[in-house]
């Protein structure tokens, strides 16, 4: 009875620190969003080049006096101090307002709503290849430690590792695309198809260039826990009871070792969606990355802003959410340090 009593007052005090310890980590976002966006917003500023020259065609541009010139910075706000500027942008931000495409006069929430679900479609099937592909990978190598398969895993992570996503890429669409005449060379759709289905073969190339690129760090990782998890002593008395390899293996073992590859999956989709900008511009697919890409070369301020503050909000919230999930699941984190 006493011992019962002790452990609903633990887990009550456990419940009331982890609340306490949930809401310090998502208010902790805010401040590191405010020095990131003045960062952001900063470095663009020191950025060769004016906004006007994208505003305008070249030729108009030139044919403008100065007076007009120096009215039209005026009436964009580019002539009023760096901070002032950073201070209305980001009270426009907090109210909802993201600003117009100086490319296209577009309103920016307008693009990434439209360019969001292409790039979640493509890193969401990335994310199963290579979680599913480099966990398999990385347990079977672990299980036949020092063999020749194992050996050949390791130099192929290695490899992998080491090769830039977009030779990959450039590879794929030779061998597939123009020599094999399998799949699509890049898009994401014809103008007939309406479901999902009939954008699959687009897909299939990107998705598993950007999924087997990362196969080989899941793989690494998922190796070296089930190495740790298979030299723990409940294995060992697993084994000192007769169960079968096979289930050893599978399910005291797996199952275990997957735990941190989990948390590494909870790191790896905002990563994802930031390092689709390769990916996205050698296939031609239309998400956020290759919005980002042509953002940079037009030197599209606005968009470029709020795209780099979407990948780090992607970033920041996946990590605050992998520390919330070890600490509910891990008692030995420390809730009140």
């Keep these: 009875m006493l011992k019962r009593s002790f452990a609903a007052s633990f887990g009550f005090l456990r419940g009331e620190k ?87 006069g577009v309103p920016v929430i307008q693009i990434m709503a439209e360019r969001l679900p292409a790039t979640l479609e493509l890193a969401v099937a990335a994310l199963c ?49 123009l020599h094999l005449e399998w799949l699509p060379v890049g898009g994401r759709t014809d103008p007939e198809v309406v479901n999902f289905v009939g954008r699959i073969k687009y897909m299939i190339m990107p998705a598993l260039v950007l999924g087997i690129s990362m196969t080989a760090g899941v793989m690494r990782y998922a190796r070296s826990s089930m190495l740790d998890t298979m030299n723990k002593d409940y294995i060992k008395t697993a084994r000192s009871k007769g169960l079968p390899e096979w289930r050893v293996n599978l399910v005291h073992g797996f199952r275990v070792s997957l735990t941190p590859v989990i948390v590494l999956v909870g790191f790896r989709l905002p990563t994802l969606i930031a390092g689709s900008v390769v990916i996205e511009t050698v296939f031609q697919w239309p998400g956020i990355g290759s919005a980002f890409n042509s953002a940079v070369r037009s030197q599209n301020y606005n968009l470029v802003m709020m795209l780099a503050l979407l990948f780090v909000f992607m970033t920041l919230f996946a990590s605050t959410l992998v520390d919330i999930l070890t600490a509910a699941l891990d008692p030995r984190v420390k809730l009140n340090g």
């Design 129 to 177: 290849i290579s979680t599913i592909l480099g966990s398999v990978l990385g347990v079977l190598g672990a299980i036949n430690k020092g063999s020749i398969g194992d050996n050949v895993l390791t130099v192929a992570g290695m490899i992998g590792v080491s090769i830039p996503q977009f030779f990959f890429g450039v590879c794929a669409i030779l061998i597939f695309a």
């Design 18 to 104: 982890m609340a306490k310890y949930t809401v310090k980590k998502i208010l902790g976002i805010i401040p590191m969003l405010l020095i990131i966006t003045f960062i952001i917003y900063w470095l663009l500023d020191l950025t060769p080049g004016d906004p006007i020259s994208y505003l305008m065609d070249p030729e108009a541009l030139a044919r403008l006096s100065e007076s007009q010139v120096a009215a039209l910075r005026a009436q964009y706000g580019l002539d009023d101090p760096f901070f002032i500027r950073y201070f209305k942008w980001l009270g426009r931000l907090l109210q909802g307002d993201f600003g117009f495409s100086s490319a296209s």
